[in-house]
């Protein structure tokens, strides 16, 4: 059964212009911060503390500060997320959040319910500047990176949202927009899931997903261990070139060095690698064994995504026999693959599928109207 619902309006505090959101600090930013204005680093804690475990947002409350810090924050500073304007369970309890931003764009937010774990999808930019052939969210086109706040914002608000409903045990980057492309915010908001005066989640549940922003993979490697994921959908540079146009920038030897490099952050690493199934483009065997080759001196882990149409997508996802066909071939060669299972299909917050509301500045949108009117051979359907 779908469950639509659009959550009524609930009026916020007004929000002084100019004050400072708490939230786009991590603790090493609020450390500064206080430190910044006289006070001991320790604060910092404290503050993670009332916020992310006490759900305290009401600086009067927060008993452990001085007054005259507490009239200073309320006076200069704020405590603010995206709101939620629209909410949709879909029936295997998949639920898709919209979030209004300050700007009035709108990003979404999926949590996936699993028996033993509770995956939140967050998004990281509003509309993508990339312009990866088969994922819708490329087609909105790009207004801006997200802020830290507007990042943290969206697990604060979804588990908020939740309540007892569900528990958020893992976070994937893999909402809209490419996290690597707004690293500082992107590394910021993971630092304080991760922290354990906020949400506390260990690095193997954090994972970042890149479509292959080599110089920000090695930059990653250096300061944020957290799980990588690489969206590879193709194992030559030509038909990469089509499907992930960054690509032609960071071609695949240098993608799989930079793999290599994170893999041997700690002995037995992976990386995985995602690799969406379209008929008739990359799903042959000759594309397994390729596959197979690519990834020799890699440790990897493969992750099929069943292709997720979405309105004039100029591809269709391969059968399910050359999915396990694929997969056979990929576990037979000593590769563990998983095909991802499709969610929230029937809202609309499987992969690809979250497009928000952009305002799109990169006239992304229009090129792909071009592309639909003038497709080339192989996006016939
Ligand atoms: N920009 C990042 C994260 C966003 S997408 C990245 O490229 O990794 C998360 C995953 O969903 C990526 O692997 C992406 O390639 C995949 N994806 C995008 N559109 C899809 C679609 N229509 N069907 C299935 N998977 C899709």
Same mark, same amino acid.
């Given at each position: ?14 929000? $002084?212009?100019?004050?400072?959101? %708490? ?6 930013? &609020? ?17 993670? $503390? ?5 759900? +305290?947002?009401?600086?009067? =409350? ?25 909410? *949709? ?6 639920? $898709? ?28 930019? +509003? ?11 490329? *087609?909105?086109?790009? @207004? ?18 939740? !309540? ?7 976070v994937?980057m ?6 690597? %492309?707004?690293?500082?915010?992107v590394v910021?908001?993971m630092n304080?899931m991760m922290?354990?005066? /906020?949400?506390?989640l260990s690095k193997r549940r954090v994972t970042i997903?890149?479509? !292959? ?7 990653l490697?250096?300061?944020c261990d957290v799980s990588l994921a690489?969206? =590879? ?8 070139? *089509?499907?992930?146009?960054? @690509?032609? $920038?960071?071609?695949?030897?240098? &993608? ?6 994170n893999?041997?952050l ?14 008739? +483009? ?30 004039? /997508? ?20 000593? +590769? ?22 952009? *305002? ?20 016939? /359907?």
């Open positions: 059964m779908l469950i639509f619902s659009l959550l009524k309006k609930s009026v916020p505090e007004p929000v $002084k212009p100019n004050a400072i959101n %708490l939230l786009d600090f991590d603790r090493k930013g &609020l450390a500064a911060f206080f430190v910044g204005m006289g006070e001991k680093p320790f604060r910092a804690t404290q503050l993670l $503390k009332w916020i992310y475990q006490e759900g +305290i947002e009401d600086f009067d =409350l927060m008993t452990n500060l001085s007054k005259p810090l507490r009239a200073y924050l309320k006076e200069h500073c704020c405590i603010a997320t995206p709101e939620i304007v629209l909410e *949709q369970i879909a029936s295997d309890g998949t639920r $898709k959040w919209v979030l209004q931003t300050r700007c009035g764009n709108r990003v979404e937010t999926v949590f996936i319910p699993e028996e033993s774990r509770g995956t939140l999808c967050v998004s990281s930019q +509003i509309g993508c500047a990339l312009a990866c052939t088969f994922c819708s969210t490329a *087609q909105q086109g790009f @207004n801006r990176n997200l802020t830290t706040a507007e990042i943290i914002g969206q697990v604060y608000a979804a588990q908020n949202r939740l !309540g007892n409903a569900g528990k958020i045990t893992n994937v893999m909402g809209m927009g490419e996290p690597l %492309l707004n690293f500082d915010n910021a908001a304080l922290d354990d005066f /906020s949400f506390g997903s890149t479509s !292959g922003v080599v110089p920000a993979m090695y930059r490697t250096e300061v690489v969206s =590879l959908h193709a194992v030559t540079d030509e038909l990469r070139d *089509q499907l992930v146009p960054i @690509n032609k $920038k960071y071609p695949l030897n240098e &993608l799989m060095e930079a793999c290599r490099e893999a041997k700690a002995p037995r690493r992976t990386v995985t690698f995602e690799y969406v199934m379209l008929d008739g +483009i990359n799903d042959s065997l000759t594309d397994a064994h390729g596959l197979v080759k690519l990834l020799e001196t890699v440790p990897a882990k493969i992750n099929l995504i069943p292709f997720n149409p979405f309105p004039n /997508s100029p591809y269709r996802c391969s059968s399910n026999n050359r999915i396990n066909q694929f997969k056979t071939l990929l576990n037979d060669a000593g +590769i563990v693959t998983t095909v991802r299972k499709t969610r929230g299909e029937d809202i609309d917050a499987a992969c690809g599928q979250l497009v928000g509301q952009v *305002q799109d500045k990169s006239r992304r949108h229009l090129k792909f109207q071009a592309i639909d009117q003038n497709k080339p051979d192989h996006f016939a /359907s």
